[in-house]
Antibody, heavy 125, light 111 residues
């Protein structure tokens, strides 16, 4: 069974830092592209960052570029999001989400087939 | 960059059919696949339609997706509406510069 379990959320002051983790299990983590997606309270979904299966290709949303860093450790089956210079508008539930991938054909789909339960980040003084 | 606009809310009675639109602001809706996610209150999103009209295993065939190039929009149709279908629904597509774009979201209420 595919499982994605986020951790590391909490209350942080504006300008502070936080590191989120996502522990993956039930699939070959090193074969899959991964993402962070966030959802502010009562708002819609916003894609935050993408990392390729090897970690060699990374993308960020303009809203977090230069402040957030995505990374992964395939030996530990883990995904990370280092968040610096946090702002009130970064307050959200942060989800890790797996990109779809057909192991048999090698086809990567541009959508998310599994999501974690999310971890809440609150930026407030 | 483009945006995906959805109606804020739709409502219908059990057993009826609802259709949610997702209109792309620029560029062709057909240029990249559209996905639909269901998010029940307090839960994480799950995929109900991927690649315009494909259903993941386990998703009932009451859910269907389509695209319409004339209106530059995608649609999610839920037929035989059930109370368990009450949720927020988001469309999503891909953009080479902004990578993954989500729609504004639609709240489906089953009366």
């Amino acid at each position: 069974e595919v499982q994605l379990v986020e951790s590391g959320g909490g209350l942080v002051q504006p300008g502070g830092s936080l590191r989120l983790s996502c522990a993956a299990s039930g699939f070959t983590f090193s074969s899959y592209e991964m993402n962070w997606v966030r959802q502010a309270p009562g708002k819609g979904l916003e894609w935050v960052s993408y990392i390729s299966s090897s970690g060699s290709t990374i993308y960020y949303a303009d809203s977090v570029k230069g402040r957030f860093t995505i990374s992964r450790d395939n030996a530990k089956n883990s995904l990370y999001l280092q968040m610096n210079s946090l702002r009130a508008e970064d307050t959200a539930v942060y989800y890790c989400a797996r990109n779809s991938y057909d192991i048999l054909t090698g086809y990567y789909g541009n959508y998310f087939d599994y999501w974690g339960q999310g971890t809440l980040v609150t930026v407030s003084s | 960059n483009f945006m995906l606009t959805q109606p804020h809310s739709v409502s219908e009675s059990p057993g009826k059919t609802v259709t949610i639109s997702c209109t792309r602001s620029s560029g062709s809706i057909a240029s990249n696949y559209v996905q639909w996610y269901q998010q029940r209150p307090g839960s994480s999103p799950t995929t109900v339609i991927y690649e315009d009209n494909q259903r993941p295993s386990g998703v009932p065939d009451r859910f269907s997706g389509s695209i319409d190039s004339s209106s530059n929009s995608a649609s999610l149709t839920i037929s035989g509406l059930k109370t368990e279908d009450e949720a927020d629904y988001y469309c999503q597509s891909y953009d080479s510069s902004n990578l993954y774009v989500f729609g504004t979201g639609t709240k489906v209420t089953v009366l």
